[in-house]
């Protein structure tokens, strides 16, 4: 199982950016899907973004659509979340979460499958107007 640590949060105004990175101890990160998830003040978890295990696949909440991009450097076994043009509504503690997806899945339920996911302790973007 995949122990994960997120990094990279902040404050940043709005319309700026950041990346959070996702680091992963384990050797068996090639196995594994990411996705990224977010949780605001009295909310619940929200689903952001996903990759597959080989990277050639991707998904997105439609709100994060054209803003935000996944990626994973499995060299370093590392999984980034690249976030542009950030609105105060993106303000929440961004969580990292690795699961094991079957490669025939359709990207667009990527999001069902980290009910079981191995999770980091999440790092808190804060977007200011």
């Known amino acids: 199982q995949e122990q994960l640590v997120e990094s990279g949060g902040g404050l940043v105004q709005v319309g700026g950016s950041l990346r959070l990175s996702c680091a992963a101890s384990?050797?068996?990160?090639?196995?594994?899907?990411f996705g990224w998830f977010r949780q605001a003040p009295g909310k619940e978890r929200q689903y952001v973004a996903a990759?597959?295990?080989?990277?050639?696949?991707?998904d997105y909440e439609d709100s994060v659509k054209g803003r935000f991009t996944i990626s994973r450097d499995d060299a370093k076994n590392t999984v980034y979340l690249q976030m542009n043009s950030l609105k105060t509504e993106d303000t929440a503690v961004y969580y990292c979460?690795?699961?094991?997806?079957?490669?025939?899945?359709?990207?667009?339920?990527?999001?069902?499958?980290?009910?079981?996911?191995?999770w980091g302790q999440g790092t808190q973007v804060t977007v200011s107007s």
């Open positions: 979460g690795a699961a094991l997806i079957p490669h025939a899945t359709f990207a667009a339920y990527y999001s069902e499958y980290f009910d079981d996911a191995s």
């Open positions: 384990g050797r068996t990160f090639s196995r594994y899907a």
């Open positions: 990759i597959n295990w080989n990277g050639e696949y991707t």
